[in-house]
């Protein structure tokens, strides 16, 4: 093979295999930078000799046990040190651990290993950006220069990031383990905040040529199916995988030929991908089979699932829209929420009924400057054939939002209310 | 890039070890577990099949078995992965359990990726998908 060839098998051996590499590591030596220079060590071993001896036929065990004996050598000097500090009448620290454990922890399922390197990642002494870095970084195997090119940041300010993440939790002395009983709900809810904003920014709304921020939905998408295997108990995880999976299925629909954003009931829903969809409902059915409350991603994702369910937009079950959308306003109460629970509300029981929803909102305030909110209540207006003031929404609406073609969009329908 | 791994072997070489299948199941599962793998099955006897031929203007319905074709396809199994390496990589994991599990058995895996939207996919996630906006 030659040895470009080697070399890109071995970068994509490193992406299959440094989560798991990094997780176990993080067993003995419980810092992640110390953990991930470790893995980083074995990469370059076998980046020396796979192009000479061929790539190994199990390459992950290889790079395990490469970075195993490093960690091994890691544990002996620092042993040796503490001796000597020993020798200096200083303490020895309690953290002196035999050899020969090292080696059997190493081998224990590392499953547990990667959801405590989940926990660490999203910890709640990060910040989120630093969180959704490190989590990209080390879940993911990314490189710093693929997350910088995805958050449209230089590659500097995300090294600098990931470094101070590093630092953080260190200094914080964050333990590797499994969050408390009492903390979980918590700390289970940042992790999926994190994964969920990773699948949102995939998004972009200025720079939707750049192939990062497809490579970050699929990124989310993947790791949110990671957490349903290593935390099947969760429903929210599995709520969130159905929804993002559901919302995923309908990305080739989505943009129209020159990129304008397509809206929901115009889609072509022959374009939906059938395979997410249906990946989606199982993991719906997964988490309701569970048999809890409902958190807030499980109710989006059932939300999701009667549009995915429905062949026609004229199918939708708009009652039992508006009922999840109840739901999710009392267990997660917002404005935005709101607003579609309005828009639901109109389809379900005419737009005078939504409308009444909708300028309830616009006396509060919260979205005055949020361009969804003219847009919806030009709709409703539009419906009730008071054209006028629809036509001003959508002219307001056209003005608040920051995205070029759903600018246009907006201002076409602003004069298509004129013309008519 | 979503890859399409097909995979295609002599028919009849009667049925894979027992060793073979609990390593395949084995590794199915940690490729459910790393995320990556979306859905995949395994096709039954040709016997039990057919093809239906457009040829010479003509569609003809061919009952199995396909005696004559050298390879059949056995299986397939689509996977999320980020490049083409990745793919070789997994179909060579594949392959290797049959060298080891399955003596003599010779085949090949198709590593096919599979054609999605020409634009990059705005993959637009929105929580509130209701409102007009909503891609």
């Known amino acids: 093979m030659p040895a470009t060839d080697i070399h890109r098998t071995i970068e994509a051996v490193w992406r299959i295999e440094s989560p798991r590499l990094i997780a176990g590591l993080m067993r003995i030596v419980r810092d992640l930078g110390i953990a991930e220079d470790l893995a980083q060590d074995a990469l370059v071993v076998a980046l020396e000799q796979w192009p000479k001896s061929g790539v190994p036929d199990n390459p992950g065990a290889w790079l395990m046990a490469t970075a195993k004996h490093r960690a091994i050598d890691h544990f002996r000097r620092n042993t040796r040190l503490e001796r000597k500090h020993e020798e200096l009448g200083r303490e020895l620290g309690e953290k002196e651990m035999a050899v020969p454990d090292l080696i059997s922890a190493l081998d224990d399922d590392v499953g547990d290993d990667l959801l405590r390197l989940v926990f660490i990642s999203c910890h709640p002494v990060l910040s989120t950006e630093a969180q959704v870095a490190l989590t990209l970084r080390l879940l993911g195997g990314l490189t710093t220069g693929e997350i910088a090119r995805a958050f449209l940041a230089p590659e500097t300010t995300v090294a600098q990031r990931i470094v101070r993440a590093k630092r953080t939790l260190s200094e914080k002395h964050v333990p590797f ?88 009931f115009d889609q072509d829903r022959a374009l939906w991908d059938q395979l997410l969809i249906r990946r989606g409902l199982a993991a719906l059915a997964r988490g309701e089979r569970l048999g809890v409350a409902r958190g807030s991603y499980l109710l989006q994702a059932q939300i999701a699932a009667c549009h ?113 | 890039m979503r890859y399409m791994m097909i995979v295609k072997h002599a028919e009849d070489k009667g049925p894979p070890p027992q060793a073979l299948m609990d390593a395949i199941a084995k590794l199915g599962e940690e490729a459910a577990k790393a995320g990556t793998m979306l859905g995949q099955g395994g096709l039954g006897p040709t016997a039990q099949g057919a093809r239906v031929v457009l040829s010479g203007n003509r569609v003809t319905v061919v009952d199995g078995p396909f005696t004559e074709a050298k390879e059949i396809i056995g299986g397939y199994a689509q996977f999320e992965l980020k490049s083409k390496e990745e793919a070789i990589e997994s179909a060579v994991r594949f392959m290797e359990l049959h060298r080891k599990h399955w003596p003599g058995w010779e085949g090949e895996t198709e590593v096919r990726p599979m054609f999605g939207p020409e634009d990059p996919p705005a993959c637009r996630a929105t929580t509130h998908e209701l409102a007009v906006g909503v891609k």
């Open chain 1, 177 to 264: 383990e499994m969050p408390r009983r009492e903390d979980l709900a918590a700390r289970l809810s940042s992790v999926l905040k994190v994964v969920y904003l990773i699948f949102n920014e995939g998004y972009s709304t200025t720079s939707g040529s750049d192939w990062m921020r497809p490579a970050l939905c699929e990124e989310a998408l993947r790791l949110g199916r990671v957490l349903a295997e290593l935390a099947p108990q969760e429903p929210e995880v599995h709520g969130l995988v159905a929804l993002m999976e559901i919302q995923a299925s309908r990305s080739r629909a989505r943009v129209g030929p020159s990129g304008e954003p397509v809206l929901l």
């Open chain 1, 308 to 420: 995915a369910r429905t062949r026609t937009p004229q199918e939708t079950d708009w009652p039992r829209i508006v009922e999840l959308y109840s739901a999710l306003a009392q267990l997660a109460p917002s404005p935005v929420v709101e607003l579609n629970r309005a828009v639901a509300v109109g389809m379900a029981f005419g737009p005078a009924a939504g409308l009444e929803l909708v300028d309830a909102l616009t006396a509060d305030r919260t979205l005055e400057n949020y361009h969804l909110l003219p847009s919806v209540r030009g709709d409703l207006l539009k419906k009730l054939s008071r054209i006028e003031e629809a036509c001003i929404e959508f002219e307001r609406a056209a003005s608040l939002t920051n995205n070029a073609r759903e600018r246009t969009l907006l201002l076409d329908r602003a004069r298509a209310c004129a013309a008519g």
